[in-house]
């Protein structure tokens, strides 16, 4: 015969494994040091400032007309 099996204890511990992978998944995704978002700030501000620095003006700057 086969074993007896408490159904809600069962669908809660699956329950409690699904919201652990969760958990794990949004520690990896979310939990950055304050040092992480810091760097990733100035990475961003300098490729910004590289883009900004060699953008090209309008047609009336480059051909100097009206």
Same mark, same amino acid.
């Given at each position: 015969?086969?074993?007896? &099996? ?6 809660? $511990?699956?329950?409690? *494994?699904? =919201?652990?992978?969760?958990? #794990? *998944?949004?520690?990896? %995704?979310?939990?950055? /040091?304050? &040092?992480?978002?810091?760097? !990733? !700030? #100035?990475? *961003?501000? #300098?490729? #910004? =400032?590289?883009?900004? +620095? $060699?953008? %090209? +003006? !309008?047609? /009336?700057? %480059? /051909?100097?007309?009206?």
């Amino acid at each position: 015969m086969g074993e007896i &099996v408490n159904l809600r204890r069962m669908k809660q $511990s699956r329950e409690r *494994e699904a =919201a652990a992978a969760a958990a #794990r *998944e949004n520690r990896i %995704r979310h939990g950055r /040091t304050k &040092v992480e978002k810091a760097n !990733d !700030d #100035r990475a *961003e501000e #300098r490729r #910004r =400032a590289l883009l900004d +620095g $060699s953008k %090209r +003006g !309008d047609a /009336t700057e %480059r /051909t100097g007309g009206p």
